[in-house]
């Protein structure tokens, strides 16, 4: 079955800094892959996905995040944070074969300081 | 908009007591999941159906129940409720061929 770990249950980078959000995946076959972010008191909110193509994917607010296939990871990234992107962070895998069934990894809590 | 429902938005409730909660998924979506989130943690995939059938089973009590309906509305029981069982309940639906589209949660509050 699929699964997906986010190594960091806490990042902490202070404004202006570029930020990267760990997340590692297991799944047979090629991976379907997703970010979504989490504000206070919300709903899970979908930021970008990978399915083929372009191993770099760019999603809303402008985080991008890059699909290693060789390191089985798929880390978000943003080149410079805002106060305002401080939330909670879900990485999602989904496999081929089984496409139904998605698993997300547990969070992680990005903190930017101005 | 996700164009996920669930309902009701809050529920306060006492120990012993059982709630229904319930999730309207996006129009066509056969897949649905439920999770639990206590006090900004990750997520816990409780269930999850696809077009009326158990797909998937978590970490869900068996105090917990759910059922996807012909419709493909489902509703997730909780029953003898605990203190901490105090948590946001979240569905989510997915297509066959998109991301999942989450709703904006139930707040549940056990007293």
């Known amino acids: 079955a699929q699964s997906v770990a986010q190594p960091e249950d806490q990042v902490n980078v202070a404004e202006g800094n570029p930020l990267t959000v760990k997340c590692t995946y297991s799944?047979?076959?090629?991976?379907?892959l997703f970010w979504y972010v989490q504000y206070p008191n919300r709903g899970l909110q979908f930021l970008l996905k990978?399915?083929?193509?372009?191993?770099l994917v760019k999603g809303s607010y402008g985080f991008e995040a890059e699909f290693n296939k060789s390191q089985t990871s798929f880390h978000l990234k943003k080149p410079s944070a805002l106060v305002s992107d401080s939330a909670l962070y879900f990485c999602a895998v989904r496999g081929p074969v089984n496409n139904n069934d998605m698993r997300f990894g547990a969070g992680t809590r990005l903190t930017v300081k101005p | 908009d996700s164009g996920v429902t669930q309902t009701p938005k809050h529920l306060i409730t006492a120990t012993g007591q059982r709630v229904t909660l319930r999730c309207s998924p996006r129009?066509?979506?056969?897949?649905v999941y439920w999770y639990q989130q206590s006090l900004d943690q990750g997520l816990q995939f409780l269930i999850q159906?696809?077009?009326?059938?158990?797909?998937a089973k978590g970490n869900i009590l068996e105090r917990f129940s759910a059922q996807q309906f012909p419709d493909l509305h489902s509703e997730l029981n909780l029953s003898s409720l605990e203190l901490g069982d105090s948590a946001l309940y979240f569905c989510a639906s997915q297509g066959p061929n998109t991301e999942a589209f989450f709703g904006q949660g139930t707040r549940l509050t056990v007293v």
């Open positions: 799944v047979s076959g090629n991976p379907y």
């Open positions: 990978y399915i083929t193509g372009d191993n």
């Open positions: 129009s066509g979506d056969l897949s």
């Open positions: 159906y696809y077009n009326g059938e158990e797909r």
